[in-house]
T-cell receptor
Framework: AQSVAQPEDQVNVAEGNPLTVKCTYS??????LFWYVQYPNRGLQFLLK??????LVKGSYGFEAEFNKSQTSFHLKKPSALVSDSALYFC????????????FGTGTRLQVFP | GAVVSQHPSRVICKSGTSVKIECRSLDFQATTMFWYRQFPKKSLMLMAT?????????EQGVEKDKFLINHASLTLSTLTVTSAHPEDSSFYIC?????????????FGPGTRLTVT
């Protein structure tokens, strides 16, 4: 069965420092991977996706993620964190033969301190 | 582009009453919409997949008679929580898929906070 794991409930980082939010996945076949961000009392906003192609995917707001097939990971990164990046981040996976469902990780709260 | 709205943004109702939540795709047609429920500090739980012009597909454990879903047009899906009880209080989020030719990402509405007293 497809699954996604976000091992960290919370990540704390100082403004200006690089940040990484971890995600590992387990799927049959090639994965379609996504990152979403959620601000308080809001829906999710799409950040980026990996379907095929370059392992390094660039997305919105300066975020990027690296697909690593051997480690089954899709970690979210940003070279220089902003206080405004503080939010809840979700990794999600969709198996290619299931055209509808997204399976979400449990979320990681990113706190960027000034 | 790809904006999804939800109405209302928050609603308080009394136990035993029914509440309808609307999900609209504002600038695109969505043959498929999804309804999620999010508990505090928890991930999203897919409740059902709503297909335009056909019956919704419910996830295991979701009561279809309690959570009525209607997808009457390509831009509107509704979720009706019937005979609501305090345990139904939650944050309900809808999403819409851009279409079969897209890269499968879903676009999410801003969510509806339901409080049942």
């Amino acid at each position: 069965a497809q699954s996604v794991a976000q091992p960290e409930d919370q990540v704390n980082v100082a403004e200006g420092n690089p940040l990484t939010v971890k995600c590992t996945y387990s799927v049959s076949g090639n994965p379609y991977l996504f990152w979403y961000v959620q601000y308080p009392n809001r829906g999710l906003q799409f950040l980026l996706k990996y379907i095929t192609g370059d392992n390094l995917v660039k997305g919105s707001y300066g975020f990027e993620a690296e697909f690593n097939k051997s480690q089954t990971s899709f970690h979210l990164k940003k070279p220089s964190a902003l206080v405004s990046d503080s939010a809840l981040y979700f990794c999600a996976v969709r198996a290619p033969y299931n055209t509808d469902k997204l399976i979400f990780g449990t979320g990681t709260r990113l706190q960027v301190f000034p | 582009g790809a904006v999804v709205s939800q109405h209302p943004s928050r609603v308080i109702c009394k136990s035993g009453t029914s509440v309808k939540i609307e999900c609209r795709s504002l600038d695109f047609q969505a043959t498929t919409m999804f309804w999620y429920r999010q508990f505090p500090k928890k991930s999203l739980m897919l409740m059902a997949t709503s297909n335009e012009g056909s019956k919704a597909t419910y996830e295991q454990g979701v009561e279809k008679d309690k959570f009525l879903i209607n997808h009457a047009s390509l831009t509107l899906s509704t979720l009706t929580v019937t005979s609501a009880h305090p345990e139904d209080s939650s944050f309900y989020i809808c999403s819409a898929r851009l279409g079969a030719q897209s890269s499968y990402e879903q676009y999410f509405g801003p969510g509806t906070r339901l409080t049942v007293t």
